[in-house]
Structure formats: structure tokens, C-alpha cells
């Protein structure tokens, strides 16, 4: 993933927990921020997905990994990112319509 | 024959599902090139479903199929490309469980299958039997909805 530098200015707290995270899965503490940040991010995408906010295929994208993995992660948080009812409603006339032909 | 567009979430719940060869022997299944790129991006970690769903196409039991299309928000390059793809072919519907992507083609008022539907269709026309399909609906029961699933399982016989 390509990264930028952006100023920000970070609650102490969350240094503290970078600092920890760096110390104890042997990283430099600029990797333990970017990761936790990746993590939230992941997230808030799959919240989005999760809303009909953005497709699968969209959120692999922002992330910059596979369609699969969106399902992973999907299953990892406990969310069902299929149809709703309504659709699978709309679904079930092409059904319909297709085991007749 | 039916001809139905494939995204890359239909296509891989149906890989998973172990469906999906039956499905291209009983429908002509097209996929744009854009959605089978981001299929493929599931090799580098090793998904089946990549693996299953590159093999098909190389047997042109899925054709593939070079496409233009415009970006649209919130949508990948795949399921655009799927929507081009389906007005191209004129195709009976896109396979697709992506609760966004379905939106938009509801709104397009473009026919569309989830794969648990898909499972069911394959049981209806015997191209499964009914204990195949109530294994592969099982086998994708995590990567769907449970009132879809249990729907699927009602309308094949399955308790």
C-alpha cells in the first residue's frame, strides 16, 4: 500500500498502546500506529459495506486486498453482508422465472 | 440457454459452494475481465475458490470477457463491469449476494439471482441433486444471510 506523510497530533494514550503494541510484536513504533490505524479503517469499511454503503468489490479495493478476504474479515466481526430480505424477495421472482424456461 | 453474468461475490460463494461448474454446465456464465482480475487476487493468499474459478474459465466453461465501463460510487471495477457486461449480453441476470451492488441493479431494474437462489435453480432443474444442494448451501451457510439460507433450505425440501 502507498503511503503518504500527514501531520497528526495523537492522544498519549494511544502512543502508549502503539508503544506497547511496538514493544511487544517486535515492530518500530510507526508500524504499530500504521497497523492500528489499518484496523480501524477495516472497520469502518465493513461497516460500510455492511450498510449498502459500498459493494464488496469496492471495499477490497479501499483496502487494497481480495474479495475473499473482505468475506474473511466480514465472518472474523460476526456480519452477514448478503441480500436483505427485500432483495432476496427480488431474487426469488428471477427465480421463478428462470426455472421455467 | 439461460446466460448469466457473474460477479466476484457470486462467483466465489458459488466456488465455495462446490456449484459452481454445475452452474456453467446448465447456464451460460460470462464474467467481465475486470471482476475475474479481482477473483484472482485470492490466489496470493491461497483461497480454493480462485483456483476453482481460474480453472473454469481456462476450460471456457466461464467466459471471460473484456469489457468497458465507468467507474460508479461505491461500486468496484467488477460489478460495474458486470452491469456493462449484462446489458451487452442482454443476459438473463447477474449472480450476486453484494447487498450494495443489488441495490444499485434494483434500481436499474436489472434481474438478478443470489447464489443461494443459484443453489436452488440447480435443484429445481436437476442439475444438482437435492442432497448436493443442501451440502453446498451448508458449505456457504456462514457467508450469507441465515433467513436466506434457511429460505434455500425450505424450498429444496430440506428441514
Known amino acids: 500500500m502507498e503511503t503518504v506523510s500527514y501531520p497528526l497530533r495523537i492522544p498519549e494514550e494511544i502512543l502508549a498502546l502503539a508503544k506497547l503494541r511496538a514493544k511487544e510484536e517486535y515492530l518500530d513504533q510507526s508500524t504499530a500506529l500504521r497497523q492500528m490505524l489499518y484496523l480501524g479503517a477495516e472497520d469502518y469499511v465493513l461497516s460500510l459495506v455492511e450498510t449498502g454503503r459500498i459493494s464488496v468489490g469496492r471495499a477490497a479495493e479501499l483496502l487494497k486486498t481480495s474479495v475473499q478476504d473482505i468475506h474473511r474479515l466480514a465472518e472474523k466481526h460476526g456480519m452477514r453482508i448478503g441480500a436483505t430480505g427485500e432483495q432476496q424477495k427480488k431474487s426469488r421472482l428471477t427465480l421463478n422465472r428462470l426455472s421455467r424456461k | 440457454m439461460v446466460k448469466l453474468v457473474l460477479d466476484a461475490d457470486g462467483a466465489i460463494k458459488l466456488a465455495r459452494a462446490g456449484v459452481l461448474k454445475h452452474l456453467a454446465g446448465f447456464a451460460k456464465c460470462f464474467m467481465p475481465k475486470q471482476t475475474y482480475q479481482e477473483v484472482l487476487r485470492g490466489k496470493e ?3 480454493d475458490d480462485a483456483f476453482i474459478i481460474e480453472e473454469l474459465a481456462e476450460n471456457k466453461e466461464i467466459n471471460v470477457i473484456d469489457v468497458k465501463a465507468e467507474e ?8 460495474s463491469a458486470a452491469f ?3 446489458q451487452k449480453l442482454k ?3 447477474i449472480v450476486s449476494d453484494d447487498r450494495k451492488f443489488l ?6 431494474e436489472i434481474a438478478f439471482l443470489t447464489p443461494t437462489h443459484a443453489i436452488v435453480l440447480l435443484a429445481i432443474k436437476k442439475a444438482v441433486s437435492k442432497e448436493e444442494a443442501l451440502k453446498s448451501l451448508d458449505k456457504i451457510r456462514h457467508l450469507v444471510r441465515e433467513q436466506n439460507y434457511d429460505e434455500a433450505i425450505g424450498m429444496i425440501g430440506g428441514e
Do not use: C, T
Not at chain 2, 74 to 79: D, I, Q, R
Open chain 2, 45 to 47: 493468499k491461497m483461497y
Open chain 2, 72 to 79: 460508479r460510487i461505491g461500486l468496484g471495477p467488477g460489478e
Open chain 2, 84 to 86: 456493462v457486461l449484462f
Open chain 2, 91 to 93: 443476459a438473463d441476470a
Open chain 2, 103 to 108: 441495490a444499485f441493479l434494483e434500481e436499474e
